[in-house]
Every structure is written in structure tokens, then in C-alpha cells.
């Protein structure tokens, strides 16, 4: 049986979850890597794609901002996990792990460039799906601990999406219990 699934573009909004803080084409914008990767091979509206602002001078500002833009759930909400446990811009022990009221604040990262703006853990708790995406081996040992862990998302902020779905490869997996046959 063949299937098939046709995206509707005109209907797709995107947002970001994190950025760093430089210009939109600059080598190190997670705007530029999903322009490069996705947006510029589809159909999607330009006025449908939210980009964050974190070049901006004022990044508190910027961010208050964009808060007023995402809709109160993402229908679908995609990360990845750092080889430190951090997602988004959510790095371990970061205060943003602590925030509750406000959707969107600046932080400051442990790799350059440190200024970013990210969405924060209600962001990710309200998203009706969830997925992350990893690849390498420098990421197995968060992988392992972000699912098979306890449960500590101020030290490893992975965990705030364990919820979801994973997509590892081997290399990624490598690190996990292998499942018990019977289980």
C-alpha cells in the first residue's frame, strides 16, 4: 500500500525555540541553518516564519516580544539535546529553568557565541508533541541520562522533553539500557 502525506505550507507557521545572538545569515543562526534547510525547499508563506530577534540590542525586549507571537501550544515542538544535557538555550542550572511566568527570556550559553534568546520549560511542557533529534557519539551519555535517568531537569534541561519522541541514531542510542526481552 503506497501513502503519502502532502504539508499544507500556506497553513504551517514557524517559530523558533532558541537563537543566538547574531544576524539572521550569520554561520552560527539557528535561523539560517533552518532557512537552509527547510524553508528555502518548501512552499511556506515568508510571513509565516517567526524569527527570533536575538540580535537585537535589548534582548529582553526582543523577547517579551516574541512571547506575544507563539500560540498558547505548539502542535509540534522540535528540539535537540546538547552533549551537556541542555536544550534549546536551556543550559544546565541556567535561571531560565526556574522561570514560569515568562515564555521566551534571554540566557547566556557555555559555547560562544554566550548571548541567545530561548523559549523556557512552560513552552516546552504546553507543546502537544514533542520530538528531539540527535546524532553522535559526544551526545550518548546525555541521551542515556535524559531517558533513563533521574529525574533532574535543572542539571540535564534534555529532560524537560522526555516525554516526547526520540530520533537517535546509533551512535546517539549507544549509551542506552538495551531493552529486556519480555518486557
Not at 516546552?124 to 535517568?149: F, P, Q, S
Request: aromatic letters at 4%; hydrophobic letters at 45%.
Amino acid at each position: 500500500m503506497k501513502s503519502s502525506c502532502v504539508i499544507a505550507w500556506a497553513k504551517v507557521a514557524v517559530f523558533f525555540a532558541d537563537e543566538r545572538a547574531v544576524p539572521p545569515h550569520h554561520a552560527e543562526s539557528n535561523y539560517r541553518m533552518v532557512r537552509t534547510a527547510l524553508l528555502s525547499r518548501v512552499p511556506i508563506p515568508a510571513a509565516s516564519v517567526h524569527r527570533m530577534e536575538a540580535e537585537r540590542q535589548d534582548r529582553d525586549a526582543a523577547a517579551r516580544e516574541y512571547e506575544y507571537r507563539l500560540p498558547p501550544a505548539l502542535d509540534l515542538l522540535v528540539l535537540g539535546i546538547g552533549a551537556d544535557g541542555h536544550t534549546a538555550s536551556l543550559f544546565p542550572r541556567s535561571p531560565a529553568l526556574d522561570e514560569r511566568r515568562r515564555l521566551v527570556v534571554p540566557a547566556v550559553g557555555t559555547k560562544t557565541p554566550v548571548e541567545r534568546m530561548t523559549i523556557t520549560p512552560p513552552v516546552i511542557e504546553a507543546a502537544r508533541r514533542v520530538a528531539v533529534i540527535a546524532t553522535g557519539g559526544d551526545k550518548a551519555a546525555a541521551v542515556a541520562r535524559a531517558l533513563e535517568g533521574l529525574l533532574a531537569p535543572t542539571e540535564l534541561p534534555g529532560q524537560l522533553a522526555r516525554r516526547g519522541a526520540w530520533f537517535l541514531d546509533r551512535a546517539a542510542a549507544g549509551m542506552l539500557t538495551a531493552p529486556k526481552v519480555g518486557a
